[in-house]
T-cell receptor, first 114, second 111 residues
Framework: NAGVTQTPKFQVLKTGQSMTLQCAQDMNHNSMYWYRQDPGMGLRLIYYSASEGTTDKGEVPNGYNVSRLNKREFSLRLESAAPSQTSVYFC?????????????FGPGTRLTVL | TQLLEQSPQFLSIQEGENLTVYCNSSSVFSSLQWYRQEPGEGPVLLVTVVTGGEVKKLKRLTFQFGDARKDSSLHITAAQPGDTGLYLCAGATSGTYKYIFGTGTRLKVLA
């Protein structure tokens, strides 16, 4: 099992450009998440999806859109990138049974917006 | 807005010392998790606590959930260089699986 995979690993954009961050999981989890991590601020939830076909806003959704393409894939789109969106982006999926509620994270996408 | 504050933000200690990291909030959480993150990687779950007053031990790590389920602590006994990393707490409120993450504690253990 690959777990949670993210592409690309690194990206540099100019202000106003658009891009889509891809995420896929092979653990058959229903729930998937997108976070951003900035220095000194931990992880902040952008969007999450409790199941295929549903999405919900997190703490910092402005400037982003998401798409839960199927059970495996959850993509994050920046329509018009801004320097404030420079960050490390993590995708995660959550185990749906038991008490642990463990989230499994991908390796991250490091995005710089100039 | 829910907040999870961690303290200290940074900690540099010698191998063999003990340390405690705190995670505090004014909100009540149905569950609280601790993760460790190494540079260039995503966080990895260490433990989940769900009952007020619960104590869990994972080798040299001891986790406690406050009685009121608003705070938690992580205690490391005899720290080793391999414990170096960013420690994050994350809480979820009842009826939701949206997690609020703390600001993180960056630990460095010197050999």
């Amino acid at each position: 099992n690959a777990g949670v995979t993210q592409t690309p690993k690194f990206q540099v954009l100019k202000t106003g450009q658009s891009m889509t961050l891809q995420c896929a999981q092979d653990m058959n989890h229903n729930s998937m998440y997108w976070y951003r991590q900035d220095p000194g601020m931990g992880l902040r939830l952008i969007y999450y999806s409790a199941s295929e076909g549903t999405t919900d806003k997190g703490e910092v959704p402005n400037g982003y859109n998401v798409s839960r393409l199927n059970k495996r894939e959850f993509s994050l789109r920046l329509e018009s990138a801004a320097p404030s969106q420079t960050s490390v982006y993590f995708c995660a999926s959550r185990i749906d049974r038991g008490r642990s509620n463990e989230q499994f994270f991908g390796p991250g996408t490091r995005l710089t917006v100039l | 807005t829910q907040l999870l504050e961690q303290s200290p933000q940074f900690l540099s200690i010698q191998e063999g010392e003990n340390l405690t990291v705190y995670c505090n909030s004014s909100s009540v959480f149905s569950s609280l998790q601790w993760y460790r993150q190494e540079p260039g990687e995503g966080p990895v779950l260490l433990v989940t606590v769900v009952t007020g007053g619960e104590v869990k031990k994972l080798k040299r790590l001891t986790f406690q959930f406050g009685d009121a389920r608003k705070d938690s602590s992580l205690h490391i006994t005899a720290a080793q260089p391999g414990d170096t990393g960013l420690y994050l707490c994350a809480g979820a409120t009842s009826g939701t699986y949206k997690y609020i993450f703390g600001t993180g504690t960056r630990l460095k253990v010197l050999a």
